[in-house]
């Protein structure tokens, strides 16, 4: 016997968004530095392993000076664009309960990451949030870091 079930007794109205605080803001960068940091550490701590069980060693010599840097800015990149495309938020956005979402409310656009993630390597971005204003990777990308209604 199949029954349909109608959910709409249960459904509330729309949330309005609320956006993440100042400490938010900054426990998400805080956070989110540590783990990829952490993650550099381990991503580096496996290739060291595995070149030298290969005999490769040689090859960290070509991993230096500005090419190190070209390396992380794209590490970094990655982890941002792949977690906010995935899922919206990271790790420190999940820890603090917070999400992106589009200025207008709506869900992300991959183009608005891939721009969001790019304008992230501006130097000096994160002080960008010392004026009160939004961030120059939010305003760019016209998003917005909104909280998690519990």
């Given amino acids: 016997m199949q029954q349909d079930y109608s959910f709409s007794e249960f459904t509330a109205e729309p949330v309005a968004l609320v956006e993440a605080s100042t400490g938010q803001r900054f426990g998400n960068y805080l956070i989110d530095v540590a783990t990829f940091y952490f993650g550099c550490l381990l991503l580096g701590v496996a290739l060291g392993v595995v070149l030298g069980l290969t005999g490769h060693v040689e ?75 939004a961030g120059w990777h939010d305003t760019f990308s016209k998003t917005r870091v909104v909280q998690i209604p519990r």
């Fill in 59 to 133: 090859w960290l010599d070509n991993i230096k000076g500005p090419v190190s840097s070209f390396v992380g800015i794209g590490l970094m990149f990655v982890y941002y664009f792949v977690l906010e495309v995935s899922t919206g938020r990271t790790i420190g956005k999940l820890l603090t309960r917070t999400r992106v979402v589009m200025e207008d409310g709506s869900e992300l656009t991959t183009k608005a990451i891939f721009l969001r993630s790019l304008c992230r390597m501006i130097p000096f971005d994160a002080f960008s949030f010392l004026s009160g204003n």
